[in-house]
C-alpha cells in the first residue's frame, strides 16, 4: 500500500482514546479516513489522500486535537 | 445498442410482425439442418453489425441443403468490416412481388418519432429520399397519446397505395411504431419489407438500434435475446486499454475518470469533461501533436480515480509524456486531479515535472491545486492560459523533446 | 434585461437531498442577488431543510406552502424517476423546468417535452448545467460556487448558448477577460433530444434589449445547427453570432461517440465541417480557437451598431 503523499492527520488525546468520538469521526468524514476501533479512533492511511479538507472532522471534536496537515505545504495545516 | 439481424427479426416477430420462416446457425452442420427444415431455396446472410455484407460476399443463394452447407462453411470464416460473424441467418427465399421500406426514426428538432415509409424497397433509403423523395412518404407521432391505426394508414396512403396491400401494410408499420416507442429504439427499420407472390406482406430483414441509457429498463427483453451487460455493441470492439480504463472508472462511483479511446500517438491526453476533451482533442491535433488517447474525467472524481487513469495513460506503451487539461471546472476540484496525476508519476517511478508535460486546469481550489503542483515543480496554467494554448505548450515540450532524444 | 431568468424568478428544486443537489441549492442561494428557492422536493422528506430551504413530499405541496405559482425548478433526480418529476411540475403550473440529469433515454425526454408544449411551459436541458443572469441569479450549477461563478461571469451584452455545460464557462470567462460581459448564459445540454435549442432560445434573446450578440458552442451530431443557420437565414435576426465548434476531428470517426450522448456523426449532414459550413452560409462565424471569440464579437457588435 502507498504511502500518503499529500495529507495526514493527527489525531491528540483525548480524542484519539475516545470511542464515541471515534464512531462520530467515523461518520462525519465523506472520504472514511477515519475509523472506530477497540482502542479508539484509527487512521485509514490508504484513504489519507482523499481528504478533501472539509474539516468537518475538526469541527467534530474538542478544539486542537485534530489536525489535517498539508504535505504538500510545510507548515501549512488546518486545527480548530 | 445495435442488434444482428437474427436478433431484430425477432424483434419484428415478437411485435406481430410476419416474418420469412428463419433461424440462426453458427454451425455448418446447424446450416444443414435449417435448410433441409425449410426444404426449399435458401439465402445464407452472414451475421455482422457492419454494413456492405451483400458486396463482401456475405449472402448466399442455394438451393439445395448441400448447396447451403457449402456457402455456410465460406460465410461463417469471411470477416467483414473487420468483424468475424457472430454466426449465419438461413432464410428462406420468398417469391417477392413487390419491396417496400417501412422505418421509425427520432427527429431531434421536432421532437419526436418519425414514420418513414417507401414504395422504393431494398435499396439505401437516403438515397431515395435524396433522388426520388416523391417516394417516401413521412410522418411524425406523438409519444403522448397512445398510437392509433389511421396515422400509419394515411402514411402508407399518401404514396397512392390503396388495395388489399394498404390493408396488409397498415398494421405492420403501427407495430413497428409500437415497437419503436415501446423498446426505446433510436432505429427501427424493416427492409425489405416484402410483398410476396401469395400477397401476403412480410419482414425480409430488419434493422434495429437500441438506445444504450434504456438498456436497465429493456433488461427482460436483453434476457430474451440472450444478450449480455458486458456486450458494448460499439462501432468497433473496446481495445483491452479501452477496457482498462472502464476498470478505473467503476472502481468508484464518485465522478468520472474514463470513457477511453485508443490513439496511437505519444502524448498521453488526461482531459475533460465533454466539450473540454473534444475541444482539447481538436486543439492538440490543430498544433500537430498525436494523442495517445482521448479520456474524459468530470464530476469531482476522487484521487484513486484520476490516479488509475493517469496511471493507465502513462503506462501505454509509446506514451512519453501526458497533458493534463481541462475547461474551468466548477464541480470536480483542481487539488484532488493535481493529487491524482503526481500520485500516478510517482507510484510508477516517474519525476511529475519531467512526465507532466502541462496541467491547465482553473476551477474550484486551484489555489490548493497550484501549490501542490509547484511543490512537485509541475508546469501549470491558470485561465489566462486558454485551452488552445495549453495544448499547443504540451505539443511543444513532446516534440522538443523527442528532437533532444534523436541528437 | 436578461432571458428566461431575472431577481424576481422564483423556484424549486427537486431532488433537493442529494449531495449534489445540495451544494447546488447552497450556490444558487448564495449568487448575486440570491436565488429565491422556495422549496425542495424529495419524497419522504416532509419537514426538513436544506440550507434554509424547506423540503416537501410533493410539489403541490410546495406551491400550497409558497402560496403563489412557482415559476421553476432545477430537476436533479436519477434518470428513471426524472419523467415522472417533470410531470409533476409541469401540472402543477411551473413554467421553467431546468433538467440537470443525465442518461435519459429519449423517448422519455420527447414525452417531456411534449407535455411542456401542451402545457404552455419550457424545458432546458437535460444533462445541462442550467441558466445564469451574470451577478443577478443562476438557475442550476453553472459556474459552481458563488465565488468562482463570480470569476467566470460579469454583465454585459453577450447571450451565451452552449451544447457543453464547461465550456460555458470556459467561453464565458474568456469574454469577460476581454471586457465583454453576459446578457444570459444558458447551457441547454448535450443529448441528441433536448429542450430548448439554439434556435428556440435566439427569439428570446432577439427581444432582449441587453443582448447584442450570441456566442455558440455546438459540437457533431444532430441538425440543431442546421436548425439555426436556417432560423437566421428567414428571420433576419438583428444579432450577430460567433460559433466555436469542437469535435472536429470526430468527422474521421463515423458511428462512434466521443463527449456527450448527441455527439455522433451518424450521415453527412451532422458532420462538424458540414455544419461550419452551414452556419457559414448564415452568416455566422466560426472561430478557429476560443480565444478569438471576443475579437469576433467585438468586431460585429461594431459593425451592427
Ligand atoms: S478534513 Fe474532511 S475529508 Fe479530511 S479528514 Fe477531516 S473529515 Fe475527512
Redesign the pocket.
Known amino acids: 500500500m502507498s504511502e500518503a503523499l499529500f495529507i495526514d ?1 493527527r489525531v491528540d488525546e483525548p480524542t484519539s482514546g475516545d470511542p464515541g468520538l471515534a464512531a462520530k469521526l467515523e461518520e ?4 472514511d ?1 477515519f475509523r472506530a476501533g477497540p482502542e479508539g479512533v484509527e487512521i485509514v492511511r490508504e484513504n489519507l489522500d482523499e ?8 469541527n467534530a471534536v474538542p478544539a486542537g486535537t485534530i489536525r ?1 496537515i498539508k504535505l504538500y505545504a510545510p507548515g501549512e495545516e ?1 486545527r480548530a | 445498442m445495435r442488434f444482428f439481424e437474427y436478433e431484430s427479426r425477432a424483434i419484428v416477430a415478437k411485435a406481430g410482425i410476419p416474418v420469412t420462416r428463419h433461424g440462426f446457425a453458427t454451425t455448418v452442420a446447424e446450416v444443414s439442418e435449417l435448410a433441409e427444415q425449410i426444404a426449399g431455396p435458401v439465402v445464407i446472410k452472414s451475421q455482422v453489425l457492419s454494413g456492405g455484407r451483400m458486396k463482401a460476399g456475405g449472402v448466399q443463394f442455394a438451393d439445395t441443403p448441400a448447396e447451403a452447407a457449402g456457402h455456410a462453411e465460406q460465410v461463417l470464416k469471411l470477416e467483414i468490416g473487420g468483424q468475424m460473424p457472430r454466426g449465419v441467418l438461413v432464410d428462406s427465399r420468398a417469391a417477392v412481388r413487390h419491396e417496400y421500406y417501412a422505418g421509425v426514426v427520432w427527429d431531434g428538432i421536432r421532437k419526436l418519432p418519425v414514420m418513414l415509409f417507401s414504395d422504393m424497397g431494398g435499396i439505401d433509403i437516403e438515397e431515395v429520399a435524396e433522388q426520388q423523395p416523391e417516394h417516401v412518404a413521412r410522418a411524425h407521432f406523438s409519444t403522448l397519446r397512445p398510437f392509433s391505426e389511421w396515422q400509419a394508414k394515411q402514411v402508407i396512403a399518401s404514396l397512392g397505395i390503396s388495395g388489399t396491400v394498404l390493408g396488409r401494410l397498415t398494421p405492420i408499420l403501427t407495430r413497428l411504431a409500437r415497437l419503436f416507442l415501446a423498446y426505446d429504439m433510436t432505429l427501427a427499420e424493416i427492409n425489405p419489407l416484402g410483398e410476396l407472390e401469395d400477397g401476403s406482406v412480410v419482414a425480409l430483414d430488419a434493422h434495429m438500434d437500441m438506445e444504450n441509457e434504456a438498456r436497465p429498463r429493456q433488461r427482460e427483453l436483453l434476457q430474451e435475446l440472450g444478450v449480455g451487460d458486458e456486450e458494448t455493441r460499439q462501432a468497433r470492439e473496446p481495445t483491452p486499454f479501452e477496457l482498462a480504463g472502464e476498470e478505473v472508472d467503476a472502481q468508484d462511483h464518485r465522478g468520472v475518470a474514463g470513457n477511453v479511446t485508443e490513439f496511437d500517438g505519444n502524448l498521453g491526453l488526461v482531459i475533460g469533461a465533454g466539450g473540454g476533451s473534444l475541444t482539447l482533442f481538436d486543439a492538440v491535433r490543430a498544433h500537430g501533436g498525436n494523442p495517445a488517447n482521448y479520456c474524459e474525467i468530470g464530476g469531482n472524481p476522487s484521487v484513486r480515480k484520476a490516479c488509475g487513469l493517469a496511471k493507465l495513460v502513462l503506462g501505454k506503451p509509446g506514451v512519453d509524456k501526458i497533458a493534463v487539461m481541462m475547461s474551468i471546472v466548477s464541480n470536480t476540484r483542481v487539488d484532488i486531479v493535481a493529487r491524482g496525476v503526481i500520485k500516478a508519476c510517482l507510484e510508477l517511478g516517474l519525476d511529475p515535472a519531467e512526465k507532466i508535460a502541462i496541467f491547465r486546469i482553473p476551477g474550484a481550489w486551484e489555489e490548493e491545486g497550484f501549490k501542490i503542483l509547484e511543490r512537485y515543480g509541475v508546469e501549470y496554467a491558470d485561465r489566462s492560459v486558454s485551452l488552445h494554448e495549453a495544448a499547443r505548450r504540451a505539443v511543444e515540450k513532446i516534440q522538443g523533446g523527442e528532437l533532444a532524444g534523436a541528437r | 434585461m436578461s432571458i428566461l431568468i431575472d431577481e424576481r424568478t422564483t423556484f424549486i428544486v427537486q431532488g433537493i437531498t442529494g449531495r449534489e443537489a445540495v451544494n447546488l441549492t447552497r450556490e444558487c442561494l448564495d449568487y448575486g442577488k440570491g436565488a429565491k428557492i422556495v422549496g425542495g422536493v424529495t419524497p419522504g422528506r416532509l419537514g426538513r431543510d436544506v440550507h434554509g430551504v424547506p423540503v416537501f413530499d410533493t410539489v403541490a405541496q410546495a406551491v400550497a406552502h409558497h402560496g403563489a405559482a412557482i415559476d421553476g425548478s432545477v430537476v436533479t433526480v436519477p434518470p428513471a424517476f426524472t419523467k415522472d418529476a417533470v410531470f409533476e411540475a409541469l401540472e402543477n403550473g411551473v413554467k421553467l423546468v431546468v433538467i440537470v440529469t443525465e442518461r435519459i433515454p429519449r423517448g422519455d425526454v420527447a414525452q417531456m417535452v411534449e407535455l411542456a408544449g401542451d402545457r404552455g411551459a419550457r424545458i432546458i436541458g437535460p444533462n445541462c448545467l442550467g441558466i445564469i443572469v451574470p451577478d443577478v441569479i443562476k438557475m442550476g450549477g453553472i459556474g459552481g460556487p458563488a465565488k468562482d461563478a463570480a470569476k467566470s461571469y460579469s454583465s454585459g451584452p453577450v447571450g451565451v448558448i452552449s451544447r457543453s455545460g464547461g465550456m460555458t464557462t470556459e467561453m464565458s470567462s474568456t469574454l469577460t477577460a476581454a471586457g465583454l460581459g453576459q446578457s444570459t448564459a444558458v447551457s441547454i445540454g448535450g443529448d441528441a433530444i433536448i429542450g430548448s435549442s439554439y434556435a428556440e432560445l435566439l427569439p428570446l434573446f432577439e427581444a432582449d434589449s441587453q443582448t447584442e450578440a450570441i456566442v455558440i458552442y455546438t459540437e457533431p451530431g444532430g441538425r440543431m445547427e442546421a436548425e439555426l443557420a436556417r432560423y437566421v437565414l428567414d428571420s433576419g435576426s438583428r444579432l450577430p453570432i460567433v460559433a466555436f465548434m469542437a469535435g472536429r476531428f470526430m468527422d474521421e470517426m463515423p458511428g462512434m461517440s466521443f463527449g456527450h450522448a448527441g455527439t455522433i456523426v451518424e450521415g453527412k449532414e451532422d458532420t462538424a465541417s458540414e455544419k461550419i459550413a452551414r452556419l457559414a452560409e448564415a452568416g455566422i462565424v466560426v472561430a478557429e480557437e476560443i480565444s478569438q471569440i471576443p475579437e469576433l464579437v467585438r468586431g460585429r457588435i461594431a459593425t451592427t451598431v
Not at chain 1, 481528504?51 to 468537518?56: D, I, P, Q
Open positions: 492527520v462525519v468524514c465523506p472520504v479516513i481528504c478533501v479538507l472539509c474539516e468537518l472532522c475538526i489535517v488546518l
